[in-house]
Nanobody
Framework: QLQLVESGGGFVQPGESLRLSCAVP????????IGWFRQAPGKEREGVSC????????????SVKGRFTVRFTVSGDNAKNTVYLQMNSLKPEDTAVYYC???????????????WGQGTQVTVSS
């Protein structure tokens, strides 16, 4: 069973930044698309960002796009087999448990992902 491990969640104030990490097993790192999802209490799981297996293409939900820029970006570190979700200009509505997932299809839909991490809590509040 492939296991992903997220880290980096925490408590921040509105406008601040956080970087989440997703450790991916080495043998699948460059074979899988990685998706980031979040789930707030009482709400359905939402796709936030996803990146292709080549790490050259990424997509983001409208909810994490600002007026002129994208608030969230995804990057990867091949040496560490880790994918990052950089979250800037955080808002209270970004509060949720964040999950990373790996799958064979580059997609923003959770059903296309086969392997999931345990989640990390992000709380944005003043």
């Amino acid at each position: 069973q492939l296991q992903l491990v997220e880290s980096g969640g925490g408590f921040v104030q509105p406008g601040e930044s956080l970087r989440l990490s997703c450790a991916v097993p080495e043998f699948t790192f460059d074979r899988c698309a990685i998706g980031w999802f979040r789930q707030a209490p009482g709400k359905e799981r939402e796709g936030v960002s996803c990146v292709s297996s080549s790490r050259l293409t990424q997509n983001h939900a409208d909810s994490v796009k600002g007026r002129f820029t994208v608030r969230f970006t995804v990057s990867g570190d091949n040496a560490k087999n880790t994918v990052y979700l950089q979250m800037n200009s955080l808002k209270p509505e970004d509060t949720a448990v964040y999950y990373c997932a790996a799958g064979g299809i580059y997609s923003s839909y959770s059903y296309n992902y086969d392997y999931w991490g345990q989640g990390t809590q992000v709380t944005v509040s003043s």
